[in-house]
């Protein structure tokens, strides 16, 4: 996962726990450099994700998530990753669905403050569902694997980021919809330049 991703995870949920907001739309202390390097530089796309023209599409490249097209796949698919958590029971709901599943050992190291296990793309299918990663792919038009080993990196590091004590607090679903509402006012104002 790229240093980048966990920034940008790290402050939104920061911003949101400290009640700080910004009047533009732009995430704090460069934040938005980081977020315009993952988008390739403000190219529009259909469907409403400024910067995200054609990266990650059939047949293109999107190899690591750092930075180039695999990071405008990842900012892509953030906000729908985030509101897959909050549909599904919020933090508290997803972690149970990942233990349900079998991959206990996995979200106790996403809550933990040690490093993150791997979640196999293949548990993604089984976690988030097929449909839903059917439905995803066709949205983004983006192949359905490279959305399940995409959701693979994100939804840990979104575990993460919402429990940096090592344990879930209480206001994480709260946290969580701040950092969505104010990664979504970044994007629309990015799609307005």
Request: hydrophobic letters at 35%.
């Amino acid at each position: 996962m790229g240093n980048d991703f966990g920034q940008i995870l790290g402050s939104l949920f920061g911003q949101a726990r400290s009640g700080g907001h910004s009047a533009s739309g732009m995430p704090p202390g460069g934040l938005g450099d980081l977020l315009g390097g993952m988008l390739g530089g403000g190219q529009r796309t259909p469907g409403g994700l400024g910067g995200l023209g054609g990266l990650g599409a059939r047949g293109g490249s999107s190899s690591g998530l750092g930075g180039g097209k695999g990071g405008a796949l990842v900012a892509m698919l953030l906000p729908f990753a985030m509101q897959w958590v909050q549909r599904n029971g919020g933090l508290s709901g997803v972690l149970g669905r990942v233990q349900q599943k079998g991959y206990s050992q996995q979200a106790a190291s996403w809550v933990s403050t040690g490093p993150n296990q791997d979640l196999p793309p293949e548990a993604v299918g089984e976690i988030v569902g097929t449909e839903e990663l059917s439905r995803l792919s066709k949205q983004l038009d983006v192949d359905e694997s490279v959305v399940s080993s995409s959701m693979a990196q994100i939804l840990p590091e979104v575990v993460n980021q919402l429990t940096p004590d090592g344990n879930v607090p209480d206001d994480s679903d709260d946290v969580l919809g701040q950092g969505l509402r104010s990664l979504e006012l970044f994007l629309n104002s990015s799609e307005a330049r």
